[in-house]
């Protein structure tokens, strides 16, 4: 089963049975995406959530004068999609990109909607999700105005431990909103301490 890495992952919420894991599996693509491949570009509509059974994805935006800024990372076991655009079907103001090789399953929006009426654990489950994701945003936007880019930095490390080795400092201090420089500063201060 392709889902079995997404059926292990929703044993945390509620569990689906035979039937449930069957329409989950008839409604869910895998891909393998490369390193650097895009899963969403600005400008498209987003009409898939991707859940990550293996690799790392960033999603960021680009202002006007082209830099780049890091909203979030995921990586396994986790979800990723522009939901504004996915529930509107307006084009996307973010990019969604793969930093490593990896492995997704996508489901379609009218896939998702099936699931949400056919089986009822998934609506529930995915609300859950959705509202945990939320809580993690506004935490991140709380960080952004009130605290220091050390204080965000220790954040960033309890939030995704794993993924401060596999990520690359350019990558990290755009989360932040520092540059890669004031970052390498930050960590030498902290190893001194």
Known sequence: MITQPLIEYLKDYLPLDDEEK????????????????????EGYICKHYFFIIEGCFRMYSVD?????????????????????????????KLFIEAIEPSVILQIEKQDLLFLYINVPKFDRNFRVIIENKFIELQNRLLQNISSSATERYLSFLEQYPKLALRLPNTQIASYLGITPEFLSKIRKDLTIK
Do not use: C, Y
């Open 22 to 41: 069957k329409l989950l599996e008839a409604r869910t693509i895998e891909r393998k995406i490369k390193r650097r491949q895009m899963i969403l570009q």
């Open 64 to 92: 006007k004068k082209g830099i780049e800024h890091n909203i979030l990372f995921v990586a396994e076991n986790d979800w990723v999609s522009d939901i504004g655009s996915f529930h509107t079907e307006k084009p996307s």
